[in-house]
């Protein structure tokens, strides 16, 4: 990491407003979260009339963020980089360098761009080598955030897989698509989306110091997929779904879901929790189910 975590800083909340490109899964959760912190949050969508923002969140068009940027305090963008780039700095990377209230800046990455290590570790002074081609352009635009940042505080979340209500083993269980696919010694790394928002507001309320953070964000105890198939469907009391063989399960995986099997490593966080003062919420999957069978069930999440 390039920079050492700071202290909390007392803020003047009306000066301190979130931008939040990209009012997705884990963008909601962020401003859910910033906004009961007491962040101002403005949030944009390319589609803002077919979108339902957080209670307290401005939302406004993607094509008319200009005046957002300029006010902004912090900057979070959650958006997929495409074949032409970042799609955030394809249209505001000069308002972006230009604005001088901007203190900091937010990049959700993906912990793909360590690509394979073979079931080894990685941290955060672990050199990217993305294998797949949707990694290598999030690698490419942890970079063109780098040169945008123009020496400002950014902060480059690299994250496992996304779960949470709504997504998560859950739901291909319910549907009858869930299969346990064996393959022995391949674990995956997870992070729950309130742990995300918990880092990102966390990363916010520090004073912010210019460079660039490397950090990573996965739970304590990476895990084969069929195993946590298991404990999903103990937990709803469900028959197990079959047991299926990698090597004939991969004759029917897409492209997409071929390149996610092809990487096999685990994420240490351990790091970047202590440099944001922070403990995650859902430290395993288990933890993380259970919470997420309470919420989907009307029973609450963890206070």
């Given at each position: 990491m390039?920079?050492?975590?700071g202290?909390?800083?007392a803020?003047d909340?009306?000066a301190?407003?979130l931008?939040?490109?990209?009012l ?5 959760a ?7 912190a007491?962040?101002?949050v ?15 969140t401005?939302?406004?068009?993607f ?17 997929a980089?495409n ?6 700095l394809?249209?505001?990377a ?28 990685v941290d955060?002074?672990?050199e ?12 490419d635009?942890?970079?063109a ?7 400002r505080?950014?902060?480059i ?11 998560s083993?859950?739901d291909?269980?319910r549907?009858g698509?869930?299969?346990?696919i ?7 790394g997870?992070i729950h ?7 990102v507001?966390a990363?916010?309320?520090q ?5 660039v953070?490397i ?5 304590d105890?990476p ?12 937990l ?13 399960a ?7 879901a071929l390149?996610?099997w ?22 395993t ?8 069978l ?9 206070d």
């Amino acid at each position: 990491m390039t920079h050492a975590a700071g202290q909390t800083e007392a803020v003047d909340r009306r000066a301190d407003t979130l931008v939040i490109f990209g009012l997705g899964y884990s963008g909601t959760a962020v401003a859910r979260a910033a906004r009961a912190a007491g962040f101002p949050v403005v949030a944009t969508s390319r589609r803002p009339a077919e979108v339902a923002a957080p209670d307290g969140t401005d939302l406004i068009a993607f094509s008319d963020a200009e005046a957002a940027i300029a006010g902004a305090a912090h900057l979070l963008a959650t958006a997929a980089p495409n074949a032409g780039g970042d799609p955030v700095l394809a249209r505001y990377a000069a308002a972006i360098r230009a604005t001088g209230a901007l203190r900091w800046i937010g990049y959700l990455s993906t912990t793909g761009v360590y690509g394979d290590r073979a079931g080894g570790w990685v941290d955060e002074d672990t050199e990217p080598a993305p294998r797949a081609e949707r990694s290598a352009r999030r690698l490419d635009a942890e970079a063109a955030w780098r040169d945008a940042a123009a020496g400002r505080a950014l902060d480059i979340f690299r994250l496992a897989g996304i779960y949470g209500p709504g997504r998560s083993a859950f739901d291909d269980l319910r549907a009858g698509r869930a299969r346990r696919i064996i393959k022995p010694g391949h674990a995956f790394g997870r992070i729950h989306r309130d742990d995300i928002a918990r880092a990102v507001v966390a990363a916010m309320r520090q004073a912010a110091r210019p460079g660039v953070r490397i950090l990573n964000l996965a739970d304590d105890e990476p895990a084969e997929s069929a195993i946590v198939i298991e404990e999903a469907a103990r937990l709803l009391g469900v028959p197990l779904p079959p047991a299926v063989a990698f090597d004939e399960a991969v004759a029917r995986m897409s492209p997409m879901a071929l390149g996610f099997w092809s990487d096999n490593r685990k994420v240490s966080s351990a790091r970047t929790r202590a440099a944001l003062g922070i403990a995650l919420r859902y430290p395993t999957y288990r933890e993380g189910l259970a919470a997420i069978l309470r919420e989907e069930r009307g029973e609450g999440a963890l206070d």
